[in-house]
C-alpha cells in the first residue's frame, strides 16, 4: 500500500505542512491497501510522455481528502490529474472516491508536493497547478511556510508549460493579498466550474469568510 510510497521529507528545508502523524482507521486501511496501487506513481522523475502519452498533465499540491480532485477528474476525462498531500487519512478517502467513481484519470503521490514538483517533474510539462486552501500560516512568525511564497512559485512557474496556469483558492483574505502579490499576472476570479465546495473551504464560510478564488496566467 503506501510502503511504498512512503513520505520523505527533506532536513533543512522549510516545509508548507506540520509533520501530523494522521491516526488511521481500520476502513482507511482497507481502502489505502486496496485501491492505493490503481492510482499510485511509480517514484520521478516523470516522464509524461512515456507516462500519459499526448495528454494534459494538472498538478494539485495539498489536495486533502480530493474533493477538488475528482471534480476535476470528472469534467476532463482526456486529461490526467496528479494530486500530492502528505496526510495519509485525507488520501485514503481520495483514493475510495476516485475507485468508486471509477475515474481513471487520478495519480496519486504520498509525498511533499514542493519536493515532488522540484525533483520529479520535468520543466514546462505542466498545463495547471492548482491549490485550494493551503495551509494559511496566519501567525506572522509562520508566514515563511506559506505555500504562495517566491521562491515556490518561482519553481512553479518553472513547471509550467507557456501558457499554463496557476489556480488557487483561500479563505484568508491576508494571504489572499499575499497570493496576488507574489503571482504574476494574477487576479480575482471565479470558482472553476468543476471545483466543489471543499471540506476546508465550508470551515470558511461556516467562520463567514469570503472565500477568493485566484488565477494567474504563465
Ligand atoms: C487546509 S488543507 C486543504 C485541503 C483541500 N485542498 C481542501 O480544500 O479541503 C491543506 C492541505 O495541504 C496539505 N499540504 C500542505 N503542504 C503540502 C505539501 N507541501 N505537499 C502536499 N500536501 C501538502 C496538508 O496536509 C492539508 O491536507
Not at 496557476?166 to 487576479?187: C, F, H, R
Amino acid at each position: 500500500m503506501l510502503e511504498n510510497a512512503r513520505l520523505k521529507v527533506e532536513h533543512g528545508v522549510i516545509r508548507t505542512f506540520h509533520a501530523r502523524r494522521g491516526r488511521v482507521t481500520k476502513n482507511q486501511i482497507y481502502a489505502l491497501e486496496n485501491y492505493f496501487s490503481q492510482f499510485e506513481l511509480p517514484e520521478g522523475p516523470w516522464d509524461f510522455k512515456e507516462l500519459f502519452g499526448t495528454k494534459n498533465i494538472y498538478f494539485e499540491i495539498g489536495c486533502g481528502s480530493g474533493e477538488s480532485t475528482i471534480g476535476f477528474a470528472k469534467a476532463n476525462p482526456d486529461s490526467i490529474i496528479i494530486a500530492i498531500e502528505v496526510h495519509r487519512p485525507s488520501i485514503s478517502h481520495l483514493v475510495e472516491n476516485a475507485h468508486n467513481e471509477g475515474l481513471t484519470n487520478i495519480r496519486v503521490a504520498y509525498s511533499d508536493g514542493v519536493q515532488v514538483l522540484r525533483d520529479w517533474v520535468s520543466d514546462k510539462s505542466l498545463s495547471s497547478i492548482f491549490a485550494f486552501f493551503p495551509d494559511p500560516w496566519p501567525k506572522k512568525r509562520h508566514n515563511k511556510r506559506r505555500l504562495f511564497r517566491s521562491e515556490i512559485v518561482e519553481l512553479m512557474l518553472k513547471k509550467l508549460k507557456p501558457d499554463g496556469q496557476i489556480i488557487a483558492a483561500t479563505d484568508w483574505a491576508e494571504y489572499g493579498k499575499q497570493m496576488l502579490e507574489v503571482l504574476p499576472n494574477s487576479k480575482l476570479s471565479i470558482r472553476p466550474s468543476w471545483r466543489p465546495i471543499t471540506k476546508y473551504e465550508r470551515k470558511g464560510l461556516a467562520a463567514q469568510r469570503e472565500i477568493m478564488e485566484i488565477i494567474s496566467q504563465n
